[in-house]
């Protein structure tokens, strides 16, 4: 039966130890550049990658750590207090799962050891769409049968990483919507191996942070049959299975980002001294951070829970989307106090807070936004009547 510890063993705090480590080479400097260029951290995802942290969930028997999700959040967690953003390579954590449960010995023996050592970069997940948006059953994209290959045709919206990913989670509509059951039978999922993919544009999208993002077109792109994971037809629960994992990932980053600013907070309230005494002493301003500590630490505790009851093969879903809730919205008022506390500096680039600010606005609406966490707790959880 699952459980969760309320301390770190020393195993973990050696691998938060050692990420933290591969951060301090990467200060707010590093990141306050990439940000203004929209680059990719292109040296820092290639040292964690070196130091196996990506691979941290990939079996020992295909070269990975064979770790849970419990110490991949640890990884996650712990770039985000350092003050870097772990958005750039967490989807290969997360990615993993699909290929791990669904995919054939074969597609693992492929793929997984390149993507270990770092030969291969699987970073791209393409699920979102202009007209499906987080109706995910409605995406139009089709894959048809056609002899040995599978003919892709469609457009994709907010995929990230693509430019920096050798391989594409791909998620298409196999069977047309009349000629299922249920909406959510019909999707397939493919690894696709994108690189030279003929018919397959990528347009990058400036957006508010830097986050490599792009709308994708597929224009009768062939992919090789053997690109489905597992069964035709069943991609949509895969696909689910993975989402979990995800959730609990992402709230790692946000509660990351929630310590940043309370940390950041804290140090500054009690050094700026105005009216005669440290802005901290103030409960305007001491109380917000506070409160966004409680929150944070809250938000860890479900966190906890989700990853461990993940890790022990239970059901997580309640738990995975709360906790998701709850680090994301810790993290947004964290950013708020830590933005109030600092007056007009908070805005100033050059501490880095209005970036991170940026960063961790993110996951109040992606991977799936809080209102539909809420509608998923109504519904699944307290049984209430269908809201959408
Ligand atoms: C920077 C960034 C990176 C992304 N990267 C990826 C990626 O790599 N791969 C990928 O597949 N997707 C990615 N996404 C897409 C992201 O997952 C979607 O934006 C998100 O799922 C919501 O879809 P949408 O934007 O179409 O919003 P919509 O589904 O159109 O929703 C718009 C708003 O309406 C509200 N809403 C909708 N339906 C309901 C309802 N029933 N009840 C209450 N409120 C509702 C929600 O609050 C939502 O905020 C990314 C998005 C961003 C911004």
Same mark, same amino acid.
């Given at each position: ?140 994209? @089709?894959?048809?049968? #056609? ?8 457009? /994709?919206? $907010?995929?990230? =990483?693509? *430019? ?19 909406? @959510?039978?019909?999707? #397939? ?8 993919? /003929?018919? $397959?544009?990528? =347009?990058? *999208? ?183």
């Amino acid at each position: 039966m699952a459980s969760i510890r309320l301390t770190l063993t020393d195993e973990q705090r050696a691998l938060k130890a050692g990420v933290a480590d591969i951060c301090k080479r990467y200060p707010g400097e590093y990141w306050r550049e990439l940000d203004a260029k929209r680059e990719y951290p292109e040296a820092f995802v290639n040292e964690l990658t070196k130091a196996g942290y990506l691979a941290a969930l990939i079996p020992h028997e295909y070269g990975g750590a064979g770790l849970g999700v419990t110490e991949g959040s640890l990884i996650l967690e712990t770039i985000h207090e350092n003050g870097g953003n772990a958005a750039a390579c967490h989807a290969q954590m997360y990615i993993m799962g699909t290929l791990l449960r669904h995919g054939s010995e074969a597609q693992k023996r492929t793929y997984l050891p390149k993507i270990a050592t770092g030969e291969l970069r699987l970073q791209a997940f393409g699920v979102t769409e202009p007209d499906a948006g987080s109706d995910t059953t409605k995406l139009k994209t @089709t894959a048809v049968r #056609s002899g040995d290959r599978y003919v892709v045709n469609g457009r /994709k919206m $907010f995929i990230s =990483r693509v *430019l920096q990913s050798d391989l594409m989670l791909l998620l298409a509509r196999t069977t047309p919507v009349d000629q299922v059951k249920r909406r @959510t039978e019909g999707l #397939s999922v493919f690894l696709v191996d994108i690189r030279d993919l /003929k018919g $397959f544009e990528v =347009r990058p *999208l400036r957006m508010m942070m830097n986050h490599s993002t792009n709308a994708l077109f597929f224009d009768d792109v062939e992919i090789p049959a053997d690109s489905l994971i597992g069964h035709e037809g069943k991609g949509f629960s895969y696909i689910l299975d993975g989402m979990n994992a995800e959730r609990i990932l992402v709230a790692s980053e946000s509660l990351g980002d929630g310590r940043w600013f309370v940390e950041k907070a804290v140090q500054y309230s009690g050094h700026r001294v105005i009216f005669g005494k440290a802005i901290g002493a103030n409960q305007g301003v001491q109380f917000p951070i506070a409160k966004s500590h409680t929150a944070v630490e809250a938000a860890t505790l479900m966190r906890d829970k989700a990853a461990a009851l993940f890790d022990a093969g239970e059901a997580c879903g309640a738990e995975a989307n709360m906790a998701k809730y709850l680090a994301a919205e810790a993290a947004w008022e964290a950013g708020n106090a830590c933005i109030d506390c600092h007056g007009g500096y908070g805005y100033a680039e050059e501490f880095d807070i209005e970036r991170k600010f940026r960063e961790c606005r993110l996951y109040k609406t992606a991977p799936i936004n809080n209102n539909l966490v809420l509608a998923y707790v109504g519904e699944h959880v307290l049984g209430m009547p269908r809201s959408y």
